[in-house]
């Protein structure tokens, strides 16, 4: 099976982090700190194994699954005209875990930062990313905002999923506001997606109704 060229990228940073974590494991504690609250303070441990190779291993199921999705769709066809957009998300959704994974790593070697503060701008550019990925979706049944009424009318999806994607756009952007308020950077952060996931959902059967009805 020939890898594309986002899978491959995809792969040689899931291996740069299985080649971290087992540099670094001799070096960390058996407890590590693997979840922080909103004011970002740890409350959560796991184990070490499980604290540098969960992360790597997520990674790996993830990547197995977007190369598997635009091989099951029945409509493929569809997959292939975002393909490059598709192709660019998994690159990003990597590096965002791998992100993630380093600040855990050097959070628990000592290095001391606000870990919700670092967040905020990988958080927003991964929303506004999935805007223009949501923009450019064509109807299947993996990607994008799959509701029984985009499903069923293509024009009912168009039209879900161009104002979907306007609103994810516009959630990326609020959510850097975290940066200017530290304190209140979940609260920029998850309204604004909720409110970006919710709508279009809301929208598209309203879109399917007056659509049938004309």
């Not at 990228?9 to 899931?14: D, N, R």
């Amino acid at each position: 099976m020939k890898l594309r060229k986002s899978e491959i990228i995809s792969l040689l940073i899931i291996m740069i982090s299985f080649i971290i974590g087992i540099s670094f494991y001799s070096l960390l504690p058996d407890k590590v700190a693997s979840h922080w609250n909103a004011k970002g303070e740890v409350d959560g441990y796991m184990s070490k194994f499980g604290g540098l190779f969960l992360m790597p291993v997520i990674s790996l199921v993830l990547l197995l699954l977007f190369i598997i999705i635009p091989k099951i769709d029945p409509l493929k066809h569809n997959i292939e005209k975002f393909r490059k957009y598709f192709d660019g998300f998994i690159v990003l959704m990597m590096l965002f875990l791998f992100y993630l994974y380093i600040l855990t790593i050097l959070w628990n070697i000592g290095v001391r930062f606000n870990f919700v503060h670092l967040l905020v701008p990988i958080f927003s550019i991964f929303f506004y990313y999935c805007g223009i990925l949501i923009q450019k979706a064509q109807r299947n049944w993996f990607i994008g905002i799959r509701t029984p009424w985009t499903l069923s009318n293509e024009q009912v999806w168009n039209k879900t999923h161009k104002i979907g994607g306007i609103l994810f756009k516009i959630a990326g952007i609020i959510s850097l506001i975290g940066i200017l308020l530290p304190e209140y950077a979940l609260f920029f952060v998850i309204c604004p997606v909720i409110l970006a996931s919710l709508f279009p959902v809301i929208y598209s059967y309203f879109a399917y109704q007056k659509l049938t009805k004309s």
